[in-house]
C-alpha cells in the first residue's frame, strides 16, 4: 500500500466546493486511488476510485493528473451532512493489508 | 440488507476478562477484516481473513485472536484484556482483496470496547 499524504483539518461553509488533496509520490503502476467517508460513530464507506483522469459519482469527483502522484476529491456544495472523516487510499488488488491514515476532517458549517 | 452486522455494539471489561466480538456478513464475501480505531490514528488492521478456515496477521495483531470457521462469520477474541485495548472495533468485509476494482471494503457500526 502506497504512502499517502492528506491533510489532517479542513474546514468550509455550506454550499461551498471541498477539495482535499491527496499525495502519494510512489504510486505504483498497477494501484488504484480510493476515497472513504466516515461519519461519526459509523464505519467508513466508499464513495470514489479512479486511475487516471476524472471520474465522478452521485457522490463527488475525482481528480487524478497525468503523473498520478497526487489526487484530488472534490465535494460539490457541501450540507452540514457532509461533515465527516475523508481517507485516501492507494493500492491495488493483493494489498491484503489495508490501513487507513488519520484520514482528513472536513467540518461544514452552516 | 443486513450488510455486516457487529455484536456486541458496546462492552465494558476489567483486566484479565475475555471476550468476543462476532462480525456477520450477509454478503457471500470472500474476505474480511478486523480493524480497531483509536483518537488521531485512522484504523489500524489487526487481523484479515481471505477465505474460510484462513486468518492472517495484520498491522497491530498482539494480544488478540481470530478465527473464520465459517465463510460469514469473522471472530475477534481478547484472552486477558488490557486497558491499552480501549478502542472503537470495526469488521469489514470484501468481494475481492485490496483497493482495486471491486474491492470496496463494507464495514459495520462497530463496536465500542472499554477496558478498565
Known amino acids: 500500500l502506497a504512502k499517502t499524504t492528506q491533510p489532517i483539518s479542513m474546514d468550509s461553509y455550506e454550499g461551498q466546493e471541498v477539495n482535499i488533496t491527496c499525495s502519494h509520490n510512489?504510486?505504483?503502476?498497477?494501484?488504484?486511488i480510493t476515497w472513504y467517508q466516515q461519519f461519526p460513530s459509523q464505519g467508513p464507506r466508499f464513495i470514489i476510485q479512479?486511475?487516471?483522469t476524472k471520474v465522478t459519482n452521485e457522490v463527488a469527483s475525482l481528480f487524478i493528473p497525468a503523473d498520478r502522484k497526487s489526487s484530488t476529491l472534490s465535494l460539490p456544495r457541501v450540507s452540514l451532512s457532509d461533515t465527516a472523516v475523508y481517507y485516501c487510499?492507494?493500492?491495488?488488488?493483493?494489498?491484503?493489508?489495508?490501513?487507513f491514515g488519520a484520514g482528513t476532517t472536513v467540518t461544514v458549517r452552516a | 440488507n443486513a450488510g455486516v452486522t457487529q455484536t456486541p455494539k458496546f462492552r465494558v471489561l476489567k483486566t484479565g476478562q475475555s471476550m468476543t466480538l462476532l462480525c456477520a456478513q450477509d454478503?457471500?464475501?470472500?474476505?474480511m477484516y478486523w480493524y480497531r480505531q483509536d483518537p488521531g490514528m485512522g484504523l489500524r488492521l489487526i487481523h484479515y481473513?481471505?477465505?474460510?478456515?484462513?486468518?492472517a496477521k495484520g498491522e497491530v495483531p498482539d494480544g488478540y485472536n481470530v478465527s473464520r470457521l465459517k465463510k460469514q462469520n469473522f471472530l475477534l477474541g481478547l484472552e486477558s484484556a488490557a486497558p491499552s485495548q480501549t478502542s472503537v472495533y470495526f469488521c469489514?468485509?470484501?468481494?475481492?482483496?485490496?483497493?482495486?476494482?471491486?474491492?470496496?471494503?463494507?464495514f459495520g457500526e462497530g463496536s465500542r470496547l472499554t477496558v478498565l
Open positions: 487510499l492507494v493500492g491495488r488488488s493483493n494489498d491484503y493489508k489495508l490501513s
Open positions: 510512489n504510486i505504483a503502476t498497477n494501484d488504484y
Open positions: 469489514a468485509s470484501s468481494r475481492r482483496a485490496g483497493t482495486g476494482p471491486t474491492g470496496e471494503l463494507f
Open positions: 479512479g486511475y487516471k
Open positions: 481473513s481471505v477465505g474460510e478456515g484462513t486468518t
Open positions: 454478503m457471500n464475501h470472500e474476505y
